[in-house]
């Protein structure tokens, strides 16, 4: 057991290490970064394929598609506008830095202004793998539940934005958003926060714009 | 590396041995037992309160809760009536057959007609761990989207029966049931499928008469 461990650890310090190596890619290139993560079925796929839509024409974004199979986020991605990366895991249930790394490999960093990376839908595994990017983002979704802060408490406390998705469904679902959100201010005190819907548009204008100032500041080097 | 796929190839087996432990247990008692699998907020737990509100007053039910943390679920299970038993897993990701062992431990299995046993949120991790139940449900809901056999198949393949919740969102969602339907297909032919409501109650008879008929045929030892 203990050997095991020691294996363990042996593999997330390699990735810290090689995530590091990510970020001051990304930084040389002076690239925005943001590691999306969610249950499946979050809505993370749309918030980047409204995100393309919207900023495509004013910024230069690329996309990291990381699956278990197929390459339909990476389509979705690349109908919307994006330059679209996909990352087949194999089966693996997060993505890792070193599959991040492959993916930077393939882009041209200096000529893109954002980069969203898509992680596999899980909301336990992919909170112990830092990637290297500059933010870490939640997609929460209404059908989901309020109780999600409090069963899967890790991928809520190391974010720095939370995305609530879905909110024209509000009227359709027992979701108390109070109950919701105190839990989030139990584990990420004072945590960022869009509630938005992917469908109506409804509340995406302050994610993109918080994008868009992120961006800025990363390009200005400040 | 290749002392690593050993030893994880040592942890699987040594699961399923365990697993084979468990299945013994739960044929001795003649005890109908399902593993319940989906993605967080999917609906395992409210279809497992539907399940104890509406059979527990003739059958005996047992409820066993896989979370990361708290006993929000075994609350609700208890609360419709049904034995609880919660286990934190501690950050796993899945349950596993050494956990379901210690719940086992834990019921007097002789008294009980149904077992329900309900995994951690997460559409990847569980599906490699046997727990040594009769059965494996997966839920999945109609909010995730159609794309999900597409994206997660492994969580289709292994199931002996999938539930289809939340249909009374339909309206409200693009969900396209045929493409889900034919994902479904590709994977599992011929899946034994529930389209039901757990918020409305549409179409959980067929699930309940399944259920009946299931743990009839264990207690009668065909």
Same mark, same amino acid.
């Given at each position: 057991?203990? =050997?095991?461990? $020691?294996?363990? $650890?042996?593999?997330?310090?390699?990735?810290?290490? *090689?995530?590091? =190596?990510?970020?001051?890619?990304?930084?040389?290139?002076?690239?925005?970064?943001?590691?999306?993560?969610?249950?499946?079925?979050? @809505?993370?796929?749309?918030?980047?394929? =409204?995100?393309?839509?919207?900023? @495509?024409?004013?910024?230069?974004?690329?996309?990291?598609?990381?699956?278990?199979?197929?390459?339909?986020?990476?389509?979705?991605?690349?109908?919307?506008?994006?330059?679209?990366? =996909?990352?087949?895991?194999?089966?693996?249930?997060?993505?890792?830095?070193?599959?991040?790394?492959?993916?930077?490999?393939?882009?041209?960093?200096?000529?893109?202004?954002? !980069?969203?990376?898509?992680?596999?839908?899980?909301?336990?595994?992919?909170?112990? &793998?830092? !990637?290297?990017?500059? #933010?870490?983002? !939640?997609?929460?979704?209404?059908?989901? @539940?309020?109780? #999600?802060? %409090?069963? %899967?408490?890790?991928? %809520?406390?190391?974010?720095?934005? *939370?995305?609530?998705? #879905?909110?024209?469904?509000?009227? %359709?679902?027992? &979701?108390?958003?109070?109950?919701?959100?105190? @839990?989030?201010?139990?584990?990420?005190?004072? *945590?960022?926060? &869009?509630?938005?819907?992917?469908?109506?548009?409804?509340?995406?204008?302050? +994610? !993109?714009? +918080?994008?868009?100032?992120?961006?800025?500041?990363?390009?200005?080097?400040?």
């Amino acid at each position: 057991m203990a =050997q095991r461990i $020691e294996i363990v $650890e042996g593999i997330l310090n390699a990735n810290d290490r *090689l995530a590091a =190596q990510n970020r001051a890619r990304l930084e040389g290139a002076r690239l925005f970064s943001i590691n999306i993560m969610a249950s499946p079925g979050a @809505g993370k796929t749309s918030l980047i394929e =409204q995100t393309a839509r919207s900023l @495509g024409s004013t910024l230069r974004l690329a996309v990291v598609e990381g699956d278990l199979a197929t390459s339909l986020d990476a389509d979705r991605a690349a109908a919307a506008g994006a330059r679209a990366i =996909q990352i087949n895991t194999g089966g693996e249930c997060h993505l890792d830095a070193v599959m991040l790394q492959g993916a930077l490999d393939q882009l041209d960093l200096a000529s893109l202004d954002i !980069l969203l990376v898509e992680n596999v839908g899980n909301l336990v595994c992919p909170a112990a &793998f830092r !990637l290297g990017t500059h #933010k870490s983002v !939640l997609v929460a979704s209404v059908p989901e @539940g309020d109780d #999600k802060p %409090y069963k %899967y408490p890790a991928s %809520y406390q190391g974010v720095d934005a *939370l995305v609530i998705n #879905k909110v024209d469904l509000l009227p %359709y679902v027992s &979701f108390d958003m109070e109950r919701f959100r105190r @839990g989030v201010a139990m584990l990420n005190p004072g *945590l960022l926060t &869009f509630p938005l819907s992917c469908q109506t548009g409804q509340g995406l204008e302050a +994610w !993109l714009e +918080w994008l868009v100032t992120e961006a800025r500041a990363v390009r200005q080097g400040i």
